[in-house]
């Protein structure tokens, strides 16, 4: 069981920006297409943050030409080369699954004032 934990301790990364459910956010993954490889920019709302330790996740939403995008990221892989907060949401749930069915100005969150 040690072990596993050591291993872990490796690949956890040392310095990520604290982003909660509600929250919109840049993420810049690594994309690999043959033997090349790209930085790729998603942005959107984060819905949900599931799991501890080198196995979270978080899942970040939006919409692109009308339908929505769903994607389910590893808070500590080594395809996540950045995460930037682009604005702080108001919100009273742990998950926002709900938003799922909303359209237009009713899938906005509000910005929380500081």
């Known amino acids: 069981m040690d072990a596993l934990k050591l291993i872990a301790q490796d690949s956890v990364k040392a310095e990520i920006p604290q982003f909660e459910v509600g929250d919109t956010i840049r993420i810049d993954v690594n994309i690999r297409e043959g033997d ?6 998603f942005e959107g709302t984060v819905i949900a943050r599931k799991g501890s330790g080198i196995s979270e996740t978080f899942t970040v939403r939006r919409v692109s030409y009308g339908v929505g995008v769903e994607r ?25 699954y709900f938003l799922r069915d909303r359209v237009g100005k009713a899938a906005k969150v509000k910005e929380q004032i500081r």
């Open 72 to 96: 389910v990221l590893p808070l500590h892989s080594p395809n996540v080369k950045g995460i930037k907060i682009v604005r702080k949401g108001r919100v009273r749930r742990a998950k926002l």
């Open 36 to 41: 090349r490889e790209r930085i790729q920019v």
